[in-house]
């Protein structure tokens, strides 16, 4: 295998998200987020994503009463609140040169309204920071990774309602300013596209409070004033600290026609379309044509304030990093057709393609593809902030965890962006997600599990929380070492 395919500071490491790990929900000032409130349903089919999402207004009024932690999954997730220490001397084992970390708004503004932040939450976090550059790792931060306070959602309709925008600002200009000597990659939106597949995770939206015919009206403008918060942190960013890049963060959902009929290439082309519409606007500062052309036919207003579009135009992002686990298959025969769902994304069964054990079709060259692809039509910096695949793992008798089916995804994985970085592609770091085990974010169990490190939780949350390497854990830090060399 040729070496030195990966530039020299490449950076390999991991991705995580508070609200599926730290556990810790109500201690230190914290208050109760929309992760806090999304459940593990133990009787239904795990990979009926539908029926472990959906989330009610009368589900959230019950959340809120409950000190469950077994029943709500991210409340106990596997205790990095307390035991980062130990998690991260793990990670700097295998090498990592960064760290994808979330900050929680409800550490930092419980209700997300309060005119002071909470210096118990602000403290936390500075102290992990700093604990990660004593172990040469480097923080890359996600603003906003599905963990909304409760309270903004129930009182301000989440990122439907405008002022919503300088709360959030306001908590960003607090980070900004604290960490300004310790983080330097930051993120503002994770995966905002999911606005659609799941608008009370990613916007605050409880669809049973809106007439069915507004909702999308409803969830267009909630990500328009996500879009202008995205610009206007990037503006902040800049000034609150120079040096410091941000970017944005795009589930890469890549659609591929069912074969090569004009109509199903032209169907392809739209979906896609529709997809990279969130990071078009993040990345080349305004709405592409289609969007609006689609509102104006479906009778939707979306309320720009005066200036929005310039700010939108005047701080697009620095970079662009996006999560790629799968690639899906449009038909228009699709009525007809074996069709595939996992959370993410739903269509036609490729016939060329395995499924993991929740249905997601495992494809490496669709990564390499949408790199090319993201590539060629920003031409900015990319990075690869989440991948990976969840799966059951068995401890052996004699302690150890074999998983090469995760191995296998992985090498397949960085072969792909090693492909692709032979085509031009600039890319500036791998952070694999669930680089420990965590809760999973849909499903909110635990044996949906992605890490090189086995952490023992059971998804009712009881287990001694201990962590153990698997093999990949030993696999995935020879690649790291040699520079992807010897995978
Ligand atoms: C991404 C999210 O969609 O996929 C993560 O950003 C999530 O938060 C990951 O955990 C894997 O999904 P899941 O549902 O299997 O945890």
Sequence with gaps: MSKNRFQEGFLWGGATAANQCEGAWDVDGKGLSVADCSTYKANVDPKDYKAQHGITSADIEEAMKSKDVSKYGKRHGIDFYNRYKEDLDLFQEMGFKVLRVSIQWTRIYPNGIEEEPNEKGLKHYEEMFI????????????????????????????????????????????????????????????????????????????????????????????????????????????????????????????????????????LALKENR???????????????????????????????????????????????????????????????????????????????????????QIDPTGLHISLVELYDRYHKPLFIVENGVGCKDKIEEDGSIIDDYRIKYFKDH??????????????????????????????????????????DVDDLGNGTYERKKKKSFYWYKKVIFTNGANL
């Excluded at 941000?246 to 004009?262: A, K, S, V």
Aim: charged share 25%; net charge negative; with cysteine.
């Design 274 to 360: 529709e997809n990279y519409f969130y990071s078009d606007v993040q990345v080349l500062g305004e709405y592409p044509k289609h969007i609006k052309n689609k509102w104006k036919k479906n009778n939707i207003n979306v309320e720009f304030a005066p200036g929005d579009e310039e700010i939108i135009k005047c701080y697009p992002v620095d970079f662009v990093s996006f999560s790629y686990y799968m690639s899906r298959v449009t038909s228009k025969d699709e009525d007809q057709k074996e069709k595939v769902s996992g959370n993410l994304t739903s269509g036609v069964k490729n016939p060329y393609l395995e499924t993991t054990e929740w249905n997601w």
């Design 131 to 266: 604990e990660m550059k004593k172990r040469g790792i480097e923080p890359l931060v996600t603003l906003h990774h599905y963990e909304m306070p409760i309270y903004l959602c129930n009182n301000y309709d989440g990122w439907y309602k405008r002022d919503v925008i300088d709360l959030f600002i306001r908590f960003c200009k607090t980070v900004f300013e604290r960490y300004k000597s310790l983080v330097k990659y930051w993120l503002t939106f994770n995966e905002i596209d999911s606005v659609f597949r799941h608008p009370f995770t990613t916007v605050g939206i409880v669809a049973d409070r809106y007439p069915e015919e507004k909702l999308d009206e409803v969830i267009y403008q909630s990500v328009h004033n996500q879009f202008v918060a995205s610009a206007l942190a990037t503006k902040y960013l800049h000034e609150i600290i120079p040096d410091a890049q941000m970017g944005c963060m795009l589930t890469r959902t890549l659609t591929y026609p069912e074969n090569c009929h004009p109509q199903n290439m032209l």
């Design 414 to 455: 960085i072969e792909a962006i090693a492909g692709a970085i032979e085509d031009g592609v600039e890319v500036i770091g791998y952070t694999p997600w669930g680089c420990i085990d965590m809760v999973s974010m849909s499903t909110c169990q635990m044996s949906k599990r992605y890490g090189f490190i086995y952490v």
